[in-house]
């Protein structure tokens, strides 16, 4: 048929010990947005990177554009029309945006030199048609990840492409930056171009989708019309039973004259955090909501000594504490689950046991030895607990699906009996099945006493576990919701207008 553009079928692929996919369809029609869902170790990333040559496939067969597509790198997948924007976008960050734009096809002049005025001159019309208004001859490390990502797509698109791949584009995206991206989505589909698009987020699925395809553990479930779902449905196809308990649970503020835990004064760097002052308490989970860049990961980042502020003070249990680096908040008793697993998160040749364990094996050396009994029984209770996806504890982490890395990086710091934990984004990345299971774990730290700093672009996500929030904007704490007081509305409320209600008010 003609309005196929890809067309893949009974896809195999095999890992030691894993069978990634197992007899793979995919249709993708012409100027459709098609979604790939699965739970997390379910195939999408693996179907990806064999469509794009990165892998090569063990049996089925791929049309693209009526003809066998057999893709060897990722540079023959862009040749024949498929270009992917990957979750490491493969942009060379120092280089001005202007020459990412045109990397290994730099338009010559007639003496062939490299013609920089036409490039500066296109690279400005091309964003400007996406509604990206930038100097393009700034390095690339100068914007955000989401004018990075809108580059990177300028450039899939303007090399012709046919097919574009998004594998999980949203996760480092802002409410706002996620309507940008839909809006180039839907210019793009409008000019034909068709796109497959990866998300755990299901609001997203259906807001920008036409059909979608589910995967679940390598096999193919079906591919449906979104129209001909709703989210129950969709979930039980992806997760093979019937509901997942997503629902706010707490009731009232049940912590006016609980023990402090930790707390900040006056905290200030840079542009980023303008003197803020809150405090945790035992057993609270706290939330820190805003748009990115408001402060909140600097915030956390302050607290737990790897970004050290230029003003202010911070207190452990009600004494002043030095907090100058990372090991001195360690030393304390917290813990912090990073938001960016690829830099500060995983070591991507050990183990998932290594990775696991790697913060506690000061505490499970006796004499020299390592509890090698202990340290088993631990990973193999969170492998359990988190539904961690993997062949074995001794499975190198980077061959895990990145949901599941995620995983692992969140009992590393469960695990370490924290009096304080931060979990910078907890369930980025993770499935809705893994999520209900996250969230739980997340009540029953909180519940044992420990003290829960959560941050998260997720309003939804911050209703259900949270028994205060703190509203940030511009390095501020704008607004404190707590108890009865929280509702999705309310923090959607405070975050577009916290500024208005005047500086900070705590309370
Ligand atoms: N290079 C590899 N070596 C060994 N196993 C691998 C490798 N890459 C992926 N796997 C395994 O293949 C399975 C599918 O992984 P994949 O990354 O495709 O999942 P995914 O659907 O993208 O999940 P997520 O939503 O978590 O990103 C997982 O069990 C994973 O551990
Ligand atoms: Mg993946």
Known sequence: MADILLDIKGLEKAFPGVKALKGVNLQVRRGEIHALMGENGAGKSTLIKVLTGIYAKDGGTILFDGKPLDARSPIEANAAGISTIYQELNLVLFQTVYENLFIGREPLTKWGRVDRPTMVREAQRILQ?????????????????????????????????????????TSSLDVQEVQLLFGIMRKLKQSGISMIFISHKLDEIFEICDRLTVLKDGSFVGDYDIDALDQLKLISLMVGRDSVELERTKKGYAFDGATQVAAVKGIRRGMQLAGVDLEILQGEVLGLAGLLGSGRTELAQALFGSQVPDEGEIFWWGQPAKVHSPADAIGLGMGFCTEDRKVEGIIPHLSVKENMTIALLPKLNFLGFVRRKQQDELVKKYIDRLKIKTPSPEQAINNLSGGNQQKVLLARWMCMNPKLIILDEPTRGIDVGAKAEIEQLIQELAQSGIAVLMISSEIAELERNCDRIAVMREGRVVQQLKGDDISQNNIMHAIASGSEKGGQCNE
């Not at 450039?155 to 097919?163: E, G, I, M, N």
Request: hydrophobic residues 45%; negative net charge.
């Open 129 to 169: 048609e996406f509604g990206i208004d930038i100097d393009v001859t700034r390095p690339l490390s100068n914007y955000s990840t989401a004018v990075q990502q809108m580059v990177a797509i300028a450039r899939a698109v303007s090399t012709k492409a046919q097919l574009v791949i998004m594998d999980e584009p």
